[in-house]
């Protein structure tokens, strides 16, 4: 394979360049190597494998998708430890990915992509380092949760304590004895409360808007039920993708799309007697008690969160930050909140994606003056103009949906499709027309109007302009949209 400094001849098989060793880079590879294809390298900004398993470690992180969900279909695990894995355990698994199918010699750690630029149909691929390469085919498996989200909270340089981002959580911090203040309270801002709340002095969580918080079990998998498992892999099918499981992707999806289903009436009495059953004191309850629908935001599971917004030790704060002085944050009612660390639980900037990389397509196409309003992909994989660019996870994909995994091996298979039409045309590259896109992107934003995400909150969701950026459709749809490229909605390059 040649390396990143040289410059590949080009060749009647195709060289590909996929960028990030997340769970979609590491998917990619993984397919790639199945068919066959050796040429291809896997560039990643960090030290190793695992995405945003890689980048968080805060204490209580772990998935809100069921382990044996969050898993490669053809890569089942009979030995996750509980129903809902924590961090650690993922990263170890896409570690064991990696090794299994023997990706290692395919990727390069610590190198960042500046940018990727289509010339004489093929990609010119830089890095930040200064080296180069070319490629036929670029994957963009960067991912959305790698940039974090630093509000800008008037004196938080004065703080004479220490200030982190969850995601840049430091090895062997001790938090035994001190006094945290944890600001946002999405599913990070809820974990971290839950793991903290019994070893810490204090713990203020600061919330923007309350969240409803869907009840999850916190079932633990016995030695016994781990060997179950390994015996039948039919128990872990059933976990999947069971009758259970089908109820419970279909109540969801029927609840986003739809704000006056039964399905997200239900939902709202599931989280709201979650509330009235959990909390006993009253103001607390009110303090925690949305004033939007269930699923505007993105649910939270948590299981112990209420529990721990409980403790005698713990003061939820809904009066809003004024500032961050020396001493600690000021709510906006007066108070003075003495700190010793703040905690930035505040999520990542979504809207990212592949940037600040640069991207030129053909004819000198510019990505970012495409995306100057929002970022936008032909059903979230392929964009206009940018020939054999492929995105896994792409914008107004089913990120809040459903599984990422399962979403990004359909599009794998989507892309595999594309690929094999160029192949068989004897083309260079594909790409979807102006027109195929704006016509999606009309359809889905109406779409997306008459979902829960539009319903009137606040979230990650929005653009600036208040639209979701998300799926509106079903999971059918999906699968349906994912099985068949609509090869009339592209053009071929080059032949």
């Not at 890689?54 to 089942?76: I, V």
């Not at 204090?202 to 998998?221: E, G, N, T």
């Not at 009495?269 to 303090?287: G, T």
């Not at 979807?432 to 896109?437: D, G, I, M, S, V």
Request: proline content about 6%.
């Amino acid at each position: 394979m040649p390396s990143a400094n040289e410059e590949p001849a080009r060749a009647a098989s195709l060289r590909y360049v996929i960028i990030g060793a997340g769970m979609a880079g590491l998917l990619a590879g993984i397919k790639l190597k199945a068919r066959g294809e050796t040429d291809f390298v896997i560039y990643e900004k960090g030290d190793r494998v695992g995405g945003t398993w890689r980048e968080n470690r805060y204490p209580g992180l772990a998935c809100d998708t069921p382990a044996h969900s969050y898993t490669y279909s053809f890569a089942p695990n009979p030995d996750w430890g509980a129903y809902y894995a924590p961090g650690p355990e993922i990263q170890r698994y896409f570690g064991a990915m990696s090794d299994r199918y023997a990706l290692g010699d395919h990727i390069v750690f610590n190198t960042e992509i500046a940018s990727c630029r289509y010339i004489d149909g093929r990609w010119r691929i830089d890095t930040t380092d200064g080296c180069k390469d070319i490629a036929d085919v670029v994957v963009a498996a960067t991912g959305v949760l790698h940039h974090p989200n630093i509000p800008e909270i008037p004196g938080l340089a004065d703080f004479k304590g220490r200030w982190l981002h969850s995601a840049r959580w430091p090895e062997g911090l001790s938090v035994e004895g001190l006094r945290i203040g944890v600001i946002g309270n999405g599913s990070t801002g809820v974990q971290i409360v839950s793991a903290l709340a019994r070893k810490v002095e204090r713990l203020v969580h600061f919330q923007r808007s309350p969240q409803w918080i869907m009840p999850c079990p916190d079932i633990q998998y016995t030695s016994e039920e781990k060997r179950a498992f390994r015996d039948d892999p039919a128990r872990i099918e059933e976990v999947r993708n069971g009758p259970e499981a089908a109820a419970r992707r279909a109540r969801f999806t029927s609840a986003i799309i739809d704000i006056d289903s039964p399905e997200l009436a239900e939902i709202q009495k599931i989280v709201e007697d979650n509330l009235e059953n959990s909390v006993r004191d009253p103001a607390l309850r009110e303090k925690l008690r949305p004033n939007y629908r269930a699923a505007c935001k993105r649910l939270i599971f948590a299981a112990h969160y209420y529990k721990a917004a409980q403790a005698p030790n713990v003061y939820v704060e809904a009066s809003g930050i004024e500032q961050v002085e020396a001493g600690g944050v000021r709510a906006e009612d007066g108070t003075l909140h003495p700190l010793d660390v703040i905690v930035l639980a505040t999520g990542f900037r979504v809207d990212q994606f592949v940037r600040p990389m640069v991207v030129t397509g053909h004819n000198g196409a510019d990505l970012e003056a495409l995306w100057r309003i929002h970022p936008r992909a032909y059903y979230a994989v392929t964009i206009p103009e940018f020939p054999n660019f492929f995105l896994l996870n792409g914008p107004t994909g089913p990120v809040g949906n459903f599984s990422l995994i399962d979403i990004a091996e359909k599009q794998w298979s989507y892309i595999e499709q594309l690929i094999e039409e160029v192949r068989v045309r004897r083309s260079v590259g594909v790409a979807p027309t102006l027109r195929a896109l704006e016509t999606y992107e009309a359809q889905r934003t109406e779409a997306a109007k008459r979902t829960v995400f539009a319903s009137g909150c606040k979230s990650w969701y929005l653009d600036a302009e208040g639209a979701p950026q998300v799926w509106p459709w079903s999971y059918a749809h999906f699968v349906e949209a994912m099985s068949k490229p609509q090869v009339e909605d592209y053009e071929f390059f080059g032949n």
